[in-house]
């Protein structure tokens, strides 16, 4: 479930365009807090239809035959604990525009806000 609210993150922080082709600023500030936040937000559970579990009161009260799933929700999970175990995860985001970046050579130890 990891890929998905970092991949929404880095779609904010550089890919949103508004019309005249200049960056969308409001996106940019939202999909860098996403990228280098401890904790995930909501966002990604706005996309989760996948996997679940079946809820048989919710099931019989739904005129929809799948009505019954409840999916997995990550809001509120502290990314450290997310991420593998096995891999080092590594950061290395720059601000569009700008020659700062936000490096962190471990997440799982230090998160995603600068520390090297």
Same mark, same amino acid.
């Given at each position: 479930?990891?890929?998905?609210?970092?991949? /929404? *993150?880095?779609?904010?922080?550089?890919?949103? +365009?508004?019309?005249?082709? +200049? &960056?969308? &600023?409001? !996106?940019? #500030?939202?999909?860098?807090?996403?990228?280098?936040?401890? &904790?995930?937000?909501?966002?990604?559970?706005?996309?989760? #239809?996948?996997?679940?579990?079946?809820?048989?009161?919710? !099931?019989?009260?739904?005129?929809?035959?799948?009505?019954?799933?409840?999916?997995?929700?990550?809001? *509120?999970?502290?990314? !450290?604990? +997310?991420?593998?175990?096995?891999?080092?995860?590594? /950061?290395?985001?720059?601000?569009? *525009?700008?020659?700062?970046?936000?490096?962190?050579?471990? #997440? +799982?130890?230090?998160? /995603?806000?600068?520390? !090297?």
């Amino acid at each position: 479930m990891f890929p998905m609210p970092r991949t /929404c *993150g880095t779609f904010s922080r550089t890919q949103r +365009r508004t019309l005249s082709s +200049r &960056v969308d &600023v409001s !996106a940019t #500030i939202r999909g860098r807090s996403q990228l280098t936040a401890s &904790v995930f937000d909501g966002s990604a559970d706005l996309h989760n #239809i996948s996997q679940g579990f079946f809820d048989p009161v919710k !099931a019989a009260t739904a005129a929809d035959p799948y009505g019954g799933n409840v999916p997995y929700s990550i809001d *509120g999970m502290s990314v !450290a604990d +997310r991420v593998s175990f096995y891999y080092l995860s590594k /950061c290395n985001l720059s601000e569009p *525009g700008s020659t700062e970046r936000v490096i962190s050579s471990d #997440i +799982r130890a230090k998160g /995603c806000n600068g520390d !090297a």
